[in-house]
């Protein structure tokens, strides 16, 4: 089951995310108000088509980070400031055996030795 759940987040939230990364850079708008996305934008438009790339890779390595972070700390690995947390998870009522951080983690090296990932 962890493995399933760690597919379909992979897909949910870095790959999904990419896409809308993508499409905010990609379509950049005039009439944008936020003076992050101007700044985020101005910089795209600033870089060659390798360092996009880069960006794009940098990204969705980040994203991968946050989610193995988030995983560890729910499977007792990474630990909350000094504060005694405990965390009984379950996937379709299957327990997760504090296992979520490693099957992500072994879900992206698949990817990486498939090539899919760099």
Do not use: P
């Amino acid at each position: 089951m962890n493995e399933v759940f760690a597919r379909k987040i992979y897909d949910a939230i870095v790959e999904d995310n990419i896409s809308i990364y993508h499409k905010l850079f990609i379509e950049a708008s005039n009439e944008d108000t936020i003076e992050y996305w101007k700044l985020a934008r101005s910089l795209y438009q600033n870089i060659d088509d390798q360092q996009k790339e880069i960006l794009f890779h940098i990204i969705r390595q980040v994203i991968i980070d946050t989610i193995s972070n988030v995983f560890g700390t729910l499977d007792g690995i990474c630990y909350l400031s000094e504060d005694d947390w405990e965390f009984n998870l379950t996937i379709n009522g299957q327990d997760t055996d504090d296992d979520l951080q490693d099957t992500f983690l072994a879900y992206i090296e698949e990817l990486i030795e498939s090539g899919e990932l760099i």
